[in-house]
């Protein structure tokens, strides 16, 4: 039925594309009757170009209130840009895009995408996007789309044609945190190797780290969502769900490094170094853990430990070193050199045929571009200068709208308008961190240069198999990999499921992926 449903909106998306190839600039906007792109005045100046953009709502009534004009005005003066935004809740978000995408009526230039999806996948493969690959790379037109992360933009990336630009998250956002005060009072140093880590686990859960002579502690925080374990295989050379191995892309659970890092897990569990009902536990009371000192060591996003350290700072939890002194945490972020990248981006912008020019697609890059500078960042972050926020004596950024919803409606939807390329902050002006804070983006940023990337992430992206069934596929490595740490299979188990997942489509989508790799090479 998926697949019917599937195929049917492909045939749809065909159509609708074909329609706006015909019809040259038919996209109508509902607050201009002039021409999209940019045209130029008798005196020779620019007027503003005018392009459509269909975005996401999470506040209802965004860019609204007092000084929403005042910030829409800002923001056209600097990006020379005219935008009729399309504002649709996020709650109807995916109903609205396929219905979107399957009509060639009021297409909007620039639609924000959460994800690559069938649909978007259809799509790009009907020709409704734009490939951007050799238009965004120009560096004086697009000074910070052009600093793209190559790797990321893979993630973008169908039958070879760059179809989106990303929205930015932080690369090296995976680490590890544990109680540096912990580590202080047992003679610990930071770990850097595997042998420091399950060392530090050890100490943690049998050398009484806080004090009270009872066996009541143990080293590594974990419950049901099974992310932490993607992060620790990365460090035997595990790779990122993919691994290219004697000239072919192979799923990571078909490599002897898989097999050493899950027995290392799976002794990690035998020794008691976790909790053992870890696989049962809720997600949303993990940090809790470590925040009420049973465990020692959290290994997910670096600002998961952060906050937990913040947590210590606030609550005052006394160290155990010095009572006087509250708890803290130490964060690290690779271990034998490697840790485990995110995707990169949370979701993309697409570029559609509705801008029917290079004309009207290079008003589309220049907004977006544009809106990825310090002014408009800190413009959809903290709205106007001296209206809603100011400088103290230091130079730093004053939030005057701390807490308040109301306010922040005339501005913070145009941050879902912004690529964040190259930047997830503006550099200038900036609130004033902690040293918490700060360790946490130094340890981010240095991250990036050792962060793993999934190579065959492309290729997914267009495996019609892996399209329809990634997701089960997905969920029968992860449950045998739980079900044999947890002792409850073996190895003729382990490997009952790897032949399960062949049989279930995974052939079909290591020939996929490889047909495409070859093809590239």
């Excluded at 935004?85 to 609205?96: A, I, L, S």
């Amino acid at each position: 039925m998926k697949l019917k449903k599937v195929t049917a909106l492909m045939l749809t998306l065909a159509i609708a594309v074909g329609s706006l190839a015909g019809c040259g600039g038919s996209a109508a906007t509902s607050t201009t009757k002039t021409e999209e792109g940019t045209k130029t005045t008798d005196s020779g100046t620019f007027e503003k170009a005018n392009i459509t953009m269909m975005t996401y709502d999470y506040s209802g009534s965004p860019v609204s209130g007092e000084h929403s004009d005042e910030v829409l005005a800002q923001m056209e003066e600097y990006t020379n840009t005219k935008v009729d935004f399309t504002w649709v809740p996020d709650d109807n978000y995916e109903d609205k895009l396929s219905l979107t995408l399957a009509s060639a009526d009021d297409m909007p230039m620039i639609i924000s995408v959460s994800k690559m999806s069938a649909v978007i996948v259809g799509a790009a493969k009907a020709g409704a996007f734009w490939d951007l690959k050799d238009y965004m790379f120009d560096a004086q037109k697009y000074p910070n789309l052009s600093q793209a992360n190559e790797s990321v933009n893979e993630g973008v990336t169908i039958d070879g044609q760059l179809i989106g630009v990303y929205k930015a998250r932080p690369i090296g956002r995976n680490g590890l945190g544990y109680r540096a005060d912990w580590a202080e009072k047992l003679g610990l140093s930071a770990p850097t190797t595997i042998e420091d880590v399950y060392n530090m686990m050890y100490q943690f859960t049998y050398g009484d780290p806080d004090g009270n002579g009872v066996d009541d502690t143990y080293g590594l925080a974990l419950c049901k969502y099974t992310g932490p374990f993607d992060i620790m295989q990365t460090w035997f050379g595990v790779g990122n769900q993919w691994v290219e191995k004697d000239g072919k892309l192979v799923p990571t659970f078909q490599t002897e490094e898989y097999m050493e890092a899950l027995k290392w897990i799976k002794k990690m569990y035998d020794d008691g170094l976790v909790y053992e009902d870890w696989a049962v536990r809720d997600t949303a009371t993990w940090a809790d853990s470590v925040k009420n000192g049973e465990c020692g060591m959290f290994i997910d996003v670096l600002d998961g430990a952060r906050k937990i350290w913040d947590y210590f700072e606030d609550q005052k939890v006394p160290s155990v070193v010095d009572a006087s002194k509250p708890a803290s945490m130490n964060l690290i972020g690779s271990i034998e050199g490697k840790t485990l990248a995110t995707s990169g981006n949370n979701g993309f912008f697409v570029i559609t045929k509705a801008a029917d020019t290079e004309e009207k697609l290079a008003a589309c890059l220049n907004y977006l571009d544009k809106m990825c500078s310090d002014e408009m960042i800190t413009l959809a972050t903290y709205g106007i200068k001296d209206v809603h926020w100011n400088l103290d004596e230091e130079g730093y950024l004053i939030d005057l709208d701390a807490g308040d919803e109301v306010s922040t409606k005339a501005y913070q939807a145009l941050n879902q308008t912004i690529p964040f390329i190259p930047n997830l902050k503006a550099l200038s002006p900036v609130v004033k961190t902690n040293e918490r804070i700060e360790l946490e983006e130094k340890v981010k940023k240095e991250n990036e240069a050792v962060a793993v990337f999934n190579p065959a992430i492309s290729y997914l992206n267009n495996s019609d198999t892996y399209s329809l069934s990634g997701s089960t596929l997905d969920k029968i490595i992860d449950d045998a990999r739980t079900q044999y740490i947890c002792g409850q299979i073996d190895e003729a188990g382990l490997q009952a499921a790897w032949d399960n997942w062949l049989t279930q489509g995974g052939k079909n989508v290591i020939e996929e992926v490889n047909a495409q790799y070859t093809a590239t090479k």
